[in-house]
């Protein structure tokens, strides 16, 4: 495990951009509500990961299993990781959208 000049390892750092990757995906997703929509892209920024291109796969899946992935990602890292209060945020922003109406 490698560690980057803001202490973060590079694990954590590739689990958030994946996660971030999967709730941005969820956030475009038509078959999402607008409610849900909103935390998935308030979960996205949260994990502050670099931006990049989607997949374009991950568009026609059901938004609720690209969350569902998401926290899974999320809910892998170790507990010094996922106590990382944007981390925190995110998984609290995806639980949201898991919950809200379509």
Do not use: K, Y
Not at 6 to 20: C, H, Q, V, W
Not at 45 to 58: D, F, I, M, N, Q
Not at 88 to 102: I, K, N, V
């Amino acid at each position: 495990m490698s560690s980057t000049d803001d202490g973060m390892n590079s694990d954590l750092l590739a689990a958030r951009a994946e996660a971030a990757a999967l709730f941005a995906a969820a956030s475009r997703n038509d078959q999402a509500g607008p409610t849900a929509q909103l935390h998935c892209l308030a979960a996205a920024t949260a994990l502050r990961a670099p931006s990049g291109p989607v997949p374009a796969t991950t568009d026609a899946t059901d938004p609720d299993r690209l969350v569902e992935q998401a926290l899974r990602i999320l809910g892998n890292l170790p507990a010094d990781d996922f106590a990382h209060p944007d981390v925190l945020a995110a998984a609290q922003h995806g639980h949201r959208a898991l919950r809200a109406s379509r």
